[in-house]
């Protein structure tokens, strides 16, 4: 046993001096400027955007963006009342995640507890095309297929409505949700399960009073991250909900979202330097807020409820 562990030294010993090992001494730091880009990166884009919109206060008052219910910046007497917009995204946001929510759970708890290997394989890669659908083709799709055959059937929707772009986000979300919560729920181990059943349990109740209960972090940090790419949609709403800012809780008229705005704003609506131009940085601004706070909280659930097995 000494023989060996003088070979081993002495083989060590020998690869340290190898000139290959400088390269180990090199990667590292090259990795950590890799993984420093993302950083760095991300403060470059919250500085600009802290820039803009500090311009922007400079002109408009902080109060009038944040108590004001009328956003009009094209307008006679411009006004910026950023809870028109906020409003507007909320509409999209919650008519997607009762679409999603439940189509994809309902799809993970299958493809977790009742789907045979081979229809697993089939379905969920299936399932998870949807998410490399263009966001412009979805947008497409509720404008000449969703928003007309709703208006076939209730005829007061308007060719401009939030419940056309909010089914069809929800649609695209379906696969965040149920890829993520079938993750969840298939990292709970089969002794769970099988005690489950010892105990009398059907597979029903095995999946929805022991799973889904043991995967809640998964779950809930898939919901919240499918609701921030909801927030974030863009092409969708542009092309589908109109571009009429609506603080009113009516769901048939067209609306703008904050994404929506930015859009029509940036394709040229308005000069550089004005003030409807530093806009979209205080919008932006307020739609970055949006995402990290959905995004701590994921993290927090994740944190909260995750399960060690």
């Known amino acids: 046993m ?3 562990n003088l070979k081993v030294n002495e083989r060590i010993a020998q690869n340290q001096n190898k000139k290959s090992f400088k390269s180990d001494k090199i990667a590292p730091v090259i990795l950590a400027i890799i993984a420093l880009i993302s950083i760095l990166t991300t403060i470059g884009i919250l500085v600009t955007l802290l820039t803009e919109t500090i311009t922007f206060f400079t002109r408009v008052p902080i109060t009038e963006f944040l108590f004001s219910m009328e956003w009009s910046p094209f307008g ?5 009342g950023i809870w028109a917009l906020v409003l507007g995204t909320l509409k999209i946001t919650v008519i997607a995640a009762l679409i999603a929510v439940p189509i994809g759970l309902g799809a993970a708890v299958y493809l977790s507890e ?5 229809a697993k394989k089939i379905i969920k890669p299936t399932l998870e095309l949807l998410s490399g659908i263009p966001t412009i083709v979805f947008g497409f799709f509720a404008l000449t297929f969703v928003t007309p055959l709703l208006r076939s059937i209730f005829p007061a929707i308007n060719s401009f409505n939030s419940i056309s772009p909010g089914i069809v986000v929800g649609i695209m979300i379906i696969p965040l949700i149920s890829s993520m919560s079938e993750d969840a729920m298939s990292s709970v181990p089969n002794k769970v399960r099988e005690g489950a059943l ?3 349990a059907t597979k029903f109740e095995v999946a929805r009073k022991v799973i889904m209960p043991a995967a809640t972090s998964g779950i809930m940090a898939s919901i919240v991250l499918a609701i921030s790419r909801a927030i974030g ?3 969708i709403v542009s092309l589908a909900a109109g571009s009429t800012p609506n603080s009113s809780l009516d769901l048939t008229n067209s609306i703008q979202t904050m994404t929506g705005y930015i859009v029509q704003v940036a394709t040229g609506d308005a000069t550089f330097g004005s003030t409807t131009y530093y ?3 205080a919008v ?3 739609l970055f807020l949006f995402t990290i706070i959905m995004n701590l909280v994921s993290h927090w659930i994740t944190r909260r409820y995750r399960e060690e097995y």
Do not use: D, L, N, V
Request: charged letters at 10%.
């Open 2 to 4: 000494t023989t060996t």
């Open 76 to 80: 006679s007497k411009p006004s910026y």
């Open 114 to 118: 009742y789907a045979s290997p081979m």
């Open 198 to 200: 010892g105990m009398g």
């Open 233 to 235: 949609e863009t092409m």
């Open 279 to 281: 806009s979209i940085y």
């Open 284 to 286: 932006g601004f307020t």
